[in-house]
């Protein structure tokens, strides 16, 4: 069954440092989402893709936050600097295509990143 | 903007029991969609349930069944015959009609222990 990868699984840092992160969503699924989970919260969208194109970036934080699908398929995304208020799990989703109907918009998740700032 | 709230942080049932989980939404739309996603410990997010709000029926799907109260804005879900397998967290989330940016909005979760 297809699903969605995400590398890396851990990742500790120091403050100031920089991280990456990368999702690889299910394979022709033209919709791409990376979502943050603070412990003890639900997801929060960050950013969302169609194909290669920025769909909704409005709660991205993008002093230190950037996030790139270039050929529209995997896509990473970077903090610079970390800060200790960024340690959450990073959640990648996709699906098959945003602009058609609700149940091509399912989501699938992958498993996350989780993040840990010192 | 739409607000989705899960009141209960914690629940227990026993195996092959039934428990109810609570979530209640905000919303000035009138097409949208609802849907239960399941989160067992250190594995992915997972779809159990949806729910169109132009639809009066309730969802069902094996033993996860919703009760969806549009009038109250009340979207609960019911796990029958409850299963060790269930524990998990449990995110109820709220997505707009069919369009750009059909974002998910989630509740803050409930976690769900089943117990023998």
């Known amino acids: 069954e297809a699903e969605v990868a995400q590398s890396p699984r851990y990742k500790i840092t120091e403050k100031s440092q920089a991280v990456a992160f990368w999702c690889d969503p299910i394979?022709?699924?033209?919709?791409l989402y990376w979502y943050r989970q603070i412990l003890g919260q639900g997801p929060e969208l960050l950013v969302q893709f169609q194909d290669e194109s920025v769909v909704d970036d409005s709660q991205l934080p993008k002093d230190r936050f950037s996030a790139e699908r270039l050929k529209g398929v995997d896509s990473t995304l970077k903090i610079q600097p970390a800060e200790l208020g960024d340690s959450a799990m990073y959640l990648c989703?996709?699906?098959?295509?945003?602009?058609?109907?609700?149940?091509?918009?399912?989501?699938?998740f992958g498993p996350g990143t989780r993040l840990t700032v010192l | 903007a739409q607000t989705v709230t899960q009141s209960q942080p914690e629940m227990s049932v026993q195996e092959a029991e039934t428990v109810t989980l609570s979530c209640t939404y905000d919303t000035s739309e009138n097409n949208y969609y609802l849907f239960w996603y399941k989160q067992p410990p250190s594995r992915q997010m997972i779809l159990v349930i949806r729910?169109?709000?132009?639809?009066?029926q309730n969802a069902t799907e094996n033993r996860f069944s919703v009760n969806f109260q549009k009038a109250a804005k009340s979207f609960s879900l019911k796990i029958s015959d409850s299963q060790l397998g269930d524990t998990a967290m449990y995110f109820c989330?709220?997505?707009?009609?069919?369009?750009?940016?059909?974002?998910?909005?989630f509740g803050t979760g409930t976690r769900l222990q089943v117990t023998l």
């Open positions: 394979s022709g699924h033209a919709t």
């Open positions: 989330a709220f997505m707009n009609s069919a369009g750009t940016a059909s974002k998910l909005t």
């Open positions: 729910q169109e709000a132009y639809k009066q």
């Open positions: 989703a996709s699906s098959l295509d945003d602009t058609a109907g609700y149940l091509e918009n399912e989501q699938f």
